[in-house]
């Protein structure tokens, strides 16, 4: 216990006794026993590059530098079970050998849902492909459940009769609905002509949709057609079985002015077989007004826009090209025109990762996309720095609350989310109390403010909690695990004296 007690004041630079080993460099004059600083600032050193910061947080593990950062690398928490394991991506692979295509993330009530094309791509399979989106949730992207399709194809429509693509949904608070944004396709079996539309469906439940009657295209039959690209700028009236292009629509709510935006994908005039990421802009999502053509995204085959705020700036990502990767860029505002030199994911070329969507998790943003190879969905975290760059990285299970490295070093601010965050060796230690009666740093009842994080089942013996090991014969439970001499655990005593098992 004492020596424990030890090494945590050792740690946070607070006491020299003994034992103790300085964790930063004497300066020159300073006489040997000088107390180390105290860790209220990075280290000072003008030569960083020996001094390896991962995170950037300006602290470094290496103990020549400064008082050591206690966490180099993201990870993910819980007070009650600890660290959670982590995974390249979490992955929802639709059942029965369904292909995925592009997709709608949301998370409402606890639960992540996707809603996905269904099949391979058109252009291979179009007698397959895109006549329904798939719909599945998951509590904590591991496990999934699969639910009825969501929205098929309206034979007796002129617009969205053949294929359905690239759902998007947004929640309106002004009449308590979900509105699914998608791509209608109409084409010629023969020639392979076809022209897209964008329009929408509502919901009350996420389960049941029903195509929006308000607006509509000109001259066109069926319900739930809003928009076509018929704009001067495009090449919606050029020859060609692809210049009638209007897809991919991704739908958010400027929260000041409470207007709404929409990105999509269309071609501009004349046609020269590139896209473009455009916008437009709407006070009801029934009416949209063209804004034009996002110049950052032009010279590509620009598809699947996806936007989100962060920090005060708006946040755009695409699909750069055929041959994937997800493209990035920033501005002041929905209007600013501001965009910044685009640059590209870090990760997603080499993958092929395509149809980006983004869900904004709180203290980290969650990024989802289409595994080009495999038609599958995958989901990975961004992790964003104070100079405006981010990072792409591993995953855990939803339900695992997300602790940034960057937030633990020697000096930061302890917080009650069952992590050391100030490096001193205790855990959550200023929020609130811990019940440790035997001071063995095991809590009873169990609290987050523990220095350790399983719970106590005898807070009276220090010799007794959950990493304590089984004693044969004692009639204790030891190691808090609810059975009492677990001969699959223990170790039998005999004269005073433990027996090695090996």
Not at 43 to 48: E, G, I, Q, T
């Amino acid at each position: 216990m004492f020596a424990f007690r030890l090494r945590a004041a050792c740690a946070a630079g607070l006491l020299l006794l003994a034992g103790c080993q300085r964790l930063s460099p004497l300066q020159p004059g300073e006489p040997e026993g000088t107390p180390p600083p105290a860790p209220t600032s990075a280290p000072a050193s003008a030569d960083k590059s020996w001094c390896p910061d991962f995170d950037r947080d300006n602290w470094s593990q290496s103990s020549g530098c400064n008082i050591p950062d206690c966490n180099e690398t993201l990870h993910f928490a819980d007070p009650d079970t600890g660290w959670c394991a982590q995974a390249s991506d979490l992955i929802c692979d639709p059942p029965d050998d369904v292909l995925a295509g592009d997709f709608a993330l949301l998370r409402e009530d606890g639960l992540l849902h996707v809603f996905y094309i269904e099949g391979p791509l058109w252009t291979w399979y179009p007698a397959t492909h895109g006549k329904s989106f798939g719909h599945q949730t998951s509590a904590d992207g591991v496990s999934w459940q699969t639910l009825d399709d969501a929205l098929t194809v309206n034979p007796a429509s002129d617009w969205d009769r053949d294929h359905v693509w690239a759902p998007g949904i947004v929640f309106n608070p002004d009449d308590g609905l979900y509105w699914m944004f998608y791509t209608g396709v109409i084409r010629s079996p023969v020639s392979g002509w076809h022209e897209e539309r964008i329009g929408a469906a509502t919901s009350s439940d996420l389960v049941t949709w029903t195509r929006v009657t308000a607006g509509g295209c000109d001259g066109i039959v069926g319900p739930g057609c809003l928009l076509d690209a018929d704009w001067d700028w495009t090449s919606w009236d050029d020859p060609g079985y692809w210049s009638r292009q209007c897809r991919d629509p991704f739908v958010m709510a400027d929260p000041i002015t409470g207007l709404w935006y929409m990105v999509y994908t269309t071609a501009p005039g004349p046609f020269d077989w590139t896209g473009v990421v455009a916008m437009a802009r709407s006070e009801d999502l029934v009416h949209w007004t063209d804004l034009g053509p996002l110049s950052v995204t032009r010279g590509q085959k620009a598809e699947s826009p996806c936007l989100f705020l962060r920090e005060g700036r708006l946040h755009l990502m695409w699909t750069l090209g055929d041959d994937g990767g997800i493209g990035h860029s920033t501005a002041g505002g929905f209007e600013t025109g501001d965009w910044t030199e685009p640059t590209i994911v870090p990760g997603s070329v080499a993958g092929l990762q395509v149809a980006p969507e983004i869900l904004d998790m709180g203290s980290w943003v969650m990024l989802g996309y289409v595994k080009e190879t495999l038609r599958d969905l995958r989901f990975r975290m961004l992790r964003f720095h104070d100079d405006g760059t981010l990072e792409e990285q591993p995953i855990a299970p939803l339900d695992c609350p997300w602790v940034g490295a960057e937030n633990v070093h020697p000096g930061a601010g302890e917080v009650a989310n069952g992590v050391d965050d100030n490096c001193n060796g205790l855990v959550d230690e200023p929020a609130g109390p811990c019940p440790d009666a035997d001071g063995d740093l095991y809590g009873s009842p169990g609290s987050a403010f523990c220095s350790r994080l399983k719970r106590d089942c005898d807070d009276q013996d220090p010799s007794v909690h959950p990493d304590a090991l089984e004693i044969c014969g004692n009639g204790r439970d030891d190691n808090c695990d609810g059975v009492v001499d677990d001969p699959e655990q223990c170790r039998p005593r005999f004269n005073n004296r433990y027996i090695a098992i090996y």
